[in-house]
């Protein structure tokens, strides 16, 4: 049996567009939101998140001198 070229090239490029449209979100998939506030350090950070949002909360490891450390919870919406 011998095959084309042609038919070779055309499977390759179905098999492209087919896997080049896997951006798209599957069904059931949870998107992530977050919140950020003052951190009044790590503890209240993470319970705060935890308890309002059902989230993780961490403060920034990296402040810049003129603003507050800042927690930021993340959660499913």
Request: with cysteine.
């Amino acid at each position: 049996m011998k095959i084309s070229f042609s038919s070779v090239l055309f499977v390759f490029m179905i098999v492209f567009i087919i896997s080049s449209s896997g951006d798209k979100k599957m069904v059931g998939e949870a998107k992530h939101c977050f919140q950020t506030w003052t951190c009044e350090g790590e503890r209240k950070c993470k319970d705060k998140c935890t308890a309002e949002y059902k989230g993780d909360g961490r403060c920034d490891d990296i402040v810049s001198p003129y603003v507050p450390p800042q927690c930021n919870c993340y959660y499913p919406c």
